[in-house]
């Protein structure tokens, strides 16, 4: 299968990912711009100086990491995406059995880290939210309010919860079927146009007028039916 873990930093929880996807033939694409979240930047309190590149001068985990996944020896299983998960988000097109958020606490970058990626995650895989803090005064906000909208769109279910660790399950709705078709639909053979994407999320989101306009379509052609039914009858009784 495939893993997608967002967020490398330095490397700790890919190659425990990493380990268990060579342990089940999987694969794990870990992505990162590898310059580090806000907390990690001068003056903040999680910044490390011994992660600051001496030629750029900028925050730089990559050599770091590139050193870990060398020692772990799991160059055959885990691939390193270098770049901004949103970036990587747009050329995207494979279901994944396992997508781990961890990536930037920001409000914007966890919101669309879960924009991004989410509705990758196929039925009977796992989305890992970490960081989950219900309690304000444990830790930042973003990741606990992800870990809420993934909850109220219905389109998960908590099964499990290990400290800042959420565990969750898809399941199977209308919205997550929609978001597949459009990704998954042909035109002309050629994978849908974002405008597609667009117009069927917009069915979504606007379901009673949806909902009615399929209703008026149904009737109208059951209708056309009956009438060239009742025409046919008739012809045939003359």
Request: one cysteine or more; charged letters at 20%; proline letters at 4%.
């Amino acid at each position: 299968g495939i893993a997608v873990e967002i967020g490398t930093y330095c490397g700790k929880s890919t190659v425990l990912l990493g380990a268990a996807a060579a342990a089940t033939g999987s694969v794990l694409y870990t992505i990162d711009h590898h310059h580090g979240s806000e907390e990690h930047q001068a003056g903040w309190e999680f910044h490390d100086t011994t992660l600051v590149d001496p030629v750029s001068g900028r925050f730089d985990t990559l050599p770091t990491f590139r050193r870990t996944l060398d020692a772990a020896g799991l160059d055959d299983t885990i691939v390193a995406v270098v770049g901004k998960s949103t970036v990587v988000a747009r050329g995207w097109r494979t279901p994944v059995q396992l997508l781990f958020i961890d990536g930037g606490h920001s409000e914007a970058a966890a919101q669309q880290d879960f924009d991004g990626w989410a509705k990758w995650v196929a039925v009977g895989g796992t989305l890992l939210i970490h960081d989950v803090f219900p309690d304000p005064r444990d830790g930042g906000r973003p990741p606990y309010h992800i870990y809420c909208r993934a909850l109220e769109s219905g389109d998960f279910t908590e099964v499990g919860a290990m400290g800042s660790l959420r565990v969750l399950e898809p399941q199977i709705t209308a919205s997550r079927q929609l978001r597949f078709y459009a990704y998954f639909l042909l035109v002309d053979g050629q994978p849908a146009r974002e405008s597609h994407w667009e117009a069927l999320e917009s069915l979504n989101s606007n379901k009673m007028r949806s909902g009615l306009t399929v209703l008026g379509i149904v009737i109208g052609v059951a209708a056309v039916i009956s009438m060239l039914a009742v025409g046919n009858g008739a012809e045939a009784s003359i």
